[in-house]
Protein backbone atom coordinates (compact mmCIF):
# COMPACT_ATOMS: atom_id res chain seq x y z
CA UNK A 1 0.00 0.00 0.00
CA UNK A 2 0.97 3.82 -0.37
CA UNK A 3 -0.31 6.48 1.73
CA UNK A 4 -0.65 10.02 0.99
CA UNK A 5 -1.98 11.37 4.34
CA UNK A 6 -0.66 14.95 4.63
CA UNK A 7 -2.82 16.83 1.95
CA UNK A 8 -4.18 20.44 1.96
CA UNK A 9 -7.24 20.87 -0.49
CA UNK A 10 -6.46 24.85 -0.96
CA UNK A 11 -3.59 26.40 -0.67
CA UNK A 12 -1.81 28.40 2.26
CA UNK A 13 -3.06 31.71 0.74
CA UNK A 14 -6.02 33.80 2.51
CA UNK A 15 -7.89 33.56 -0.36
CA UNK A 16 -8.33 29.94 -0.96
CA UNK A 17 -11.91 29.64 0.29
CA UNK A 18 -13.54 27.00 1.95
CA UNK A 19 -16.34 27.21 0.03
CA UNK A 20 -14.52 27.03 -3.50
CA UNK A 21 -12.12 23.90 -2.13
CA UNK A 22 -13.80 21.86 0.33
CA UNK A 23 -16.19 20.43 -2.52
CA UNK A 24 -16.04 16.54 -3.48
CA UNK A 25 -15.67 17.96 -7.22
CA UNK A 26 -11.91 18.68 -5.52
CA UNK A 27 -11.54 15.81 -3.48
CA UNK A 28 -12.05 13.64 -6.48
CA UNK A 29 -8.94 15.48 -8.21
CA UNK A 30 -7.05 14.64 -5.41
CA UNK A 31 -8.39 11.34 -6.00
CA UNK A 32 -7.58 10.60 -9.24
CA UNK A 33 -3.93 12.14 -9.29
CA UNK A 34 -3.07 9.15 -6.21
CA UNK A 35 -5.07 6.90 -8.27
CA UNK A 36 -2.67 7.58 -11.56
CA UNK A 37 -0.01 6.95 -9.03
CA UNK A 38 -0.90 3.85 -7.40
CA UNK A 39 -1.75 5.54 -4.04
CA UNK A 40 -4.72 4.19 -2.43
CA UNK A 41 -4.74 5.82 0.80
CA UNK A 42 -5.81 9.46 1.32
CA UNK A 43 -6.48 11.30 3.75
CA UNK A 44 -6.81 15.23 4.08
CA UNK A 45 -5.36 17.97 6.83
CA UNK A 46 -6.19 20.98 7.04
CA UNK A 47 -4.24 23.43 8.71
CA UNK A 48 -5.71 24.03 12.48
CA UNK A 49 -5.31 27.62 12.06
CA UNK A 50 -7.31 28.63 9.29
CA UNK A 51 -10.60 27.72 11.99
CA UNK A 52 -11.97 29.97 14.47
CA UNK A 53 -12.23 27.27 16.92
CA UNK A 54 -8.25 27.51 16.80
CA UNK A 55 -8.50 30.53 18.86
CA UNK A 56 -9.87 29.10 21.65
CA UNK A 57 -6.26 27.69 21.63
CA UNK A 58 -3.62 30.44 20.66
CA UNK A 59 -4.07 33.82 19.50
CA UNK A 60 -0.88 34.30 17.77
CA UNK A 61 -1.67 37.42 15.09
CA UNK A 62 -1.01 35.08 12.21
CA UNK A 63 -3.67 32.56 13.61
CA UNK A 64 -5.78 35.23 14.14
CA UNK A 65 -5.35 36.39 10.60
CA UNK A 66 -6.17 33.02 9.43
CA UNK A 67 -8.77 31.81 11.35
CA UNK A 68 -11.82 32.46 9.06
CA UNK A 69 -13.69 28.97 8.89
CA UNK A 70 -15.65 26.26 11.17
CA UNK A 71 -13.85 23.43 12.05
CA UNK A 72 -16.93 20.95 12.27
CA UNK A 73 -18.22 22.21 8.64
CA UNK A 74 -15.11 20.81 7.76
CA UNK A 75 -15.11 17.43 9.38
CA UNK A 76 -18.68 16.97 8.23
CA UNK A 77 -17.73 18.04 4.63
CA UNK A 78 -14.78 15.39 4.52
CA UNK A 79 -17.02 12.54 6.20
CA UNK A 80 -20.40 13.26 4.04
CA UNK A 81 -18.51 14.22 0.95
CA UNK A 82 -15.62 12.53 0.54
CA UNK A 83 -13.65 9.52 0.74
CA UNK A 84 -10.35 11.09 2.11
CA UNK A 85 -9.34 9.91 5.86
CA UNK A 86 -10.11 13.17 7.94
CA UNK A 87 -6.91 14.10 9.56
CA UNK A 88 -5.44 17.35 10.85
CA UNK A 89 -2.77 19.24 10.22
CA UNK A 90 -2.20 20.55 14.26
CA UNK A 91 0.45 22.73 15.62
CA UNK A 92 2.24 22.38 18.94
CA UNK A 93 1.66 25.03 21.07
CA UNK A 94 3.73 25.42 24.15
CA UNK A 95 1.55 26.06 27.12
CA UNK A 96 -1.32 25.13 25.11
CA UNK A 97 -1.41 21.61 24.91
CA UNK A 98 -4.78 21.49 27.49
CA UNK A 99 -6.64 23.57 24.67
CA UNK A 100 -5.56 21.94 21.76
CA UNK A 101 -6.56 18.39 23.26
CA UNK A 102 -10.07 19.99 23.98
CA UNK A 103 -10.24 20.92 20.49
CA UNK A 104 -8.70 17.77 18.78
CA UNK A 105 -10.53 15.58 21.37
CA UNK A 106 -14.10 16.90 20.70
CA UNK A 107 -13.80 15.63 16.85
CA UNK A 108 -13.25 11.98 15.41
CA UNK A 109 -10.72 12.38 13.34
CA UNK A 110 -8.79 9.47 11.99
CA UNK A 111 -5.42 10.54 12.86
CA UNK A 112 -3.53 14.01 13.87
CA UNK A 113 -0.62 15.52 12.58
CA UNK A 114 1.18 17.28 15.08
CA UNK A 115 3.43 20.57 13.43
CA UNK A 116 6.11 22.49 14.71
CA UNK A 117 6.08 25.69 12.50
CA UNK A 118 6.68 27.69 15.13
CA UNK A 119 9.20 28.34 17.95
CA UNK A 120 8.02 30.39 20.58
CA UNK A 121 6.26 33.32 18.67
CA UNK A 122 7.97 32.70 15.62
CA UNK A 123 7.90 31.29 12.19
CA UNK A 124 10.84 28.96 11.10
CA UNK A 125 9.21 28.55 7.52
CA UNK A 126 7.53 31.63 6.72
CA UNK A 127 8.11 35.66 6.57
CA UNK A 128 7.27 37.43 8.74
CA UNK A 129 6.96 36.53 12.27
CA UNK A 130 10.41 34.51 11.34
CA UNK A 131 12.74 33.38 13.47
CA UNK A 132 15.20 34.20 11.11
CA UNK A 133 14.49 37.75 11.16
CA UNK A 134 16.84 41.07 11.32
CA UNK A 135 17.68 43.25 14.08
CA UNK A 136 18.41 43.09 18.26
CA UNK A 137 15.79 41.22 18.72
CA UNK A 138 17.60 38.24 16.52
CA UNK A 139 20.37 38.06 17.60
CA UNK A 140 20.16 34.40 18.03
CA UNK A 141 22.80 32.06 16.16
CA UNK A 142 21.73 29.28 13.68
CA UNK A 143 22.59 27.16 15.93
CA UNK A 144 20.41 28.32 18.83
CA UNK A 145 17.34 28.11 16.49
CA UNK A 146 18.39 24.32 15.62
CA UNK A 147 18.59 23.47 19.19
CA UNK A 148 15.14 25.08 20.05
CA UNK A 149 13.62 23.75 16.66
CA UNK A 150 14.51 20.29 17.47
CA UNK A 151 13.86 20.08 21.47
CA UNK A 152 10.39 21.55 20.79
CA UNK A 153 9.96 18.30 18.20
CA UNK A 154 10.68 16.01 21.06
CA UNK A 155 8.30 17.80 23.11
CA UNK A 156 5.44 17.75 21.04
CA UNK A 157 6.19 14.39 19.88
CA UNK A 158 6.10 13.49 23.86
CA UNK A 159 2.68 15.77 24.27
CA UNK A 160 0.34 12.52 23.66
CA UNK A 161 -1.71 15.22 21.16
CA UNK A 162 -0.54 14.01 17.89
CA UNK A 163 -0.15 10.30 15.63
CA UNK A 164 2.36 11.70 13.27
CA UNK A 165 5.22 14.12 13.55
CA UNK A 166 4.87 16.19 10.19
CA UNK A 167 8.02 17.59 8.20
CA UNK A 168 10.43 16.82 11.31
CA UNK A 169 13.54 19.36 10.14
CA UNK A 170 11.11 21.72 8.78
CA UNK A 171 13.97 23.93 10.47
CA UNK A 172 15.97 23.14 7.39
CA UNK A 173 12.98 25.22 5.35
CA UNK A 174 15.42 27.67 3.45
CA UNK A 175 18.04 26.00 2.09
CA UNK A 176 21.11 27.84 1.86
CA UNK A 177 19.11 31.25 1.76
CA UNK A 178 19.57 30.88 6.20
CA UNK A 179 22.54 30.12 8.11
CA UNK A 180 22.52 26.16 9.30
CA UNK A 181 24.90 24.72 11.62
CA UNK A 182 28.08 22.80 10.51
CA UNK A 183 29.16 19.57 10.20
CA UNK A 184 27.19 16.34 11.84
CA UNK A 185 23.64 17.42 12.03
CA UNK A 186 22.57 14.45 14.66
CA UNK A 187 23.93 15.84 17.75
CA UNK A 188 20.35 18.57 17.20
CA UNK A 189 17.65 15.59 16.03
CA UNK A 190 18.58 13.69 19.13
CA UNK A 191 16.01 14.84 21.57
CA UNK A 192 13.57 14.91 18.57
CA UNK A 193 14.48 11.48 17.50
CA UNK A 194 14.40 10.83 21.31
CA UNK A 195 10.99 12.01 21.68
CA UNK A 196 9.47 10.67 18.75
CA UNK A 197 9.90 6.91 20.02
CA UNK A 198 9.26 7.86 23.45
CA UNK A 199 5.91 9.45 22.47
CA UNK A 200 5.18 6.41 19.91
CA UNK A 201 4.44 8.24 17.48
CA UNK A 202 4.73 8.07 13.76
CA UNK A 203 7.52 10.15 11.58
CA UNK A 204 6.57 11.77 8.42
CA UNK A 205 8.03 11.41 5.25
CA UNK A 206 7.31 13.89 3.05
CA UNK A 207 8.09 15.19 -0.40
CA UNK A 208 7.39 18.65 0.44
CA UNK A 209 10.93 19.71 0.62
CA UNK A 210 11.93 18.89 -2.43
CA UNK A 211 9.51 21.29 -3.88
CA UNK A 212 10.74 24.06 -1.03
CA UNK A 213 13.96 25.97 -1.01
CA UNK A 214 15.64 23.08 1.19
CA UNK A 215 15.47 20.65 -1.76
CA UNK A 216 15.45 17.85 0.32
CA UNK A 217 12.95 15.92 1.55
CA UNK A 218 12.02 16.14 5.06
CA UNK A 219 13.67 14.55 6.97
CA UNK A 220 17.44 14.47 5.98
CA UNK A 221 17.62 10.57 6.07
CA UNK A 222 20.50 10.56 9.20
CA UNK A 223 16.93 11.68 11.41
CA UNK A 224 15.29 9.39 9.67
CA UNK A 225 17.98 6.19 9.89
CA UNK A 226 17.88 7.45 13.76
CA UNK A 227 14.17 7.06 13.93
CA UNK A 228 14.28 3.78 12.49
CA UNK A 229 17.06 2.25 14.53
CA UNK A 230 15.04 3.72 17.24
CA UNK A 231 11.89 1.52 16.17
CA UNK A 232 9.78 4.50 14.77
CA UNK A 233 7.24 3.76 12.22
CA UNK A 234 7.24 6.06 8.92
CA UNK A 235 3.65 7.53 7.48
CA UNK A 236 4.58 8.64 4.05
CA UNK A 237 2.88 12.02 2.53
CA UNK A 238 3.24 14.73 0.00
CA UNK A 239 1.96 17.57 2.28
CA UNK A 240 0.35 18.54 -1.68
CA UNK A 241 -1.80 22.03 -1.36
CA UNK A 242 -2.64 21.39 -4.93
CA UNK A 243 -4.08 17.93 -7.16
CA UNK A 244 -0.87 17.67 -9.42
CA UNK A 245 1.02 17.24 -6.14
CA UNK A 246 -0.21 14.18 -4.69
CA UNK A 247 2.61 11.67 -4.27
CA UNK A 248 5.06 13.86 -5.95
CA UNK A 249 8.23 12.63 -6.17
CA UNK A 250 7.48 9.29 -4.66
CA UNK A 251 10.39 7.50 -5.99
CA UNK A 252 12.59 9.64 -4.25
CA UNK A 253 10.88 8.66 -1.31
CA UNK A 254 10.59 5.17 -1.44
CA UNK A 255 14.21 4.80 -2.69
CA UNK A 256 15.25 6.52 0.79
CA UNK A 257 12.81 3.81 2.24
CA UNK A 258 14.12 0.85 0.91
CA UNK A 259 17.71 1.93 1.43
CA UNK A 260 17.27 2.28 5.12
CA UNK A 261 15.33 -0.88 5.34
CA UNK A 262 11.66 -0.20 5.76
CA UNK A 263 9.22 -1.76 4.32
CA UNK A 264 5.76 -0.84 5.88
CA UNK A 265 3.86 2.45 6.57
CA UNK A 266 1.17 3.57 9.05
CA UNK A 267 -2.21 3.33 7.69
CA UNK A 268 -4.67 4.97 10.30
CA UNK A 269 -8.30 4.99 11.68
CA UNK A 270 -10.19 6.20 13.99
CA UNK A 271 -6.58 7.32 15.79
CA UNK A 272 -5.86 3.83 15.73
CA UNK A 273 -2.44 2.86 13.77
CA UNK A 274 -1.71 -0.56 11.78
CA UNK A 275 1.28 -1.03 9.40
CA UNK A 276 1.07 -2.49 6.12
CA UNK A 277 3.59 -3.01 3.42
CA UNK A 278 5.01 -0.62 0.79
CA UNK A 279 3.69 -0.71 -2.50
CA UNK A 280 1.64 0.63 -4.83
CA UNK A 281 -1.38 -0.38 -6.34
CA UNK A 282 -1.95 -1.34 -9.66
CA UNK A 283 -4.08 1.25 -11.96
CA UNK A 284 -7.18 1.06 -12.05
CA UNK A 285 -9.01 0.55 -15.04
CA UNK A 286 -10.37 -1.78 -18.07
CA UNK A 287 -8.45 -5.00 -18.16
CA UNK A 288 -5.53 -4.34 -20.95
CA UNK A 289 -6.47 -6.42 -23.76
CA UNK A 290 -3.68 -9.64 -24.66
CA UNK A 291 -1.68 -9.10 -27.90
CA UNK A 292 -2.10 -11.97 -29.67
ZN1 LIG B 1 3.22 22.05 7.92
ZN1 LIG C 1 0.83 20.82 5.58
New binding site residues.
Given amino acids: MLTDY ?1 L ?1 LRSDELDATAAEHFTAANAERYRDVASERGISELGV ?1 E ?1 VYRFVQALEVWQHPFWILNARDDLDAYCAFVREQTDLRLGI ?1 ADFVFGAEDRMANLLEARAFDYVVGAVHFVGEEAVDMDPYSVWGEGPAHMRSAEEIWRRYFLTIGEAARSGLFDVM ?1 HPDLVKYWGAERPRPQGDLRRYYEPAVEGIAEGGVAVEVSTAGLRKRAREIYPAPEFLQMCVQAGVPVALSS ?1 AHRPQDVGADYDEALEMLERLGVGELCVFEQRVRRLEPIGAEPPAGPARAIPR
Fill in positions: HHSHEAD
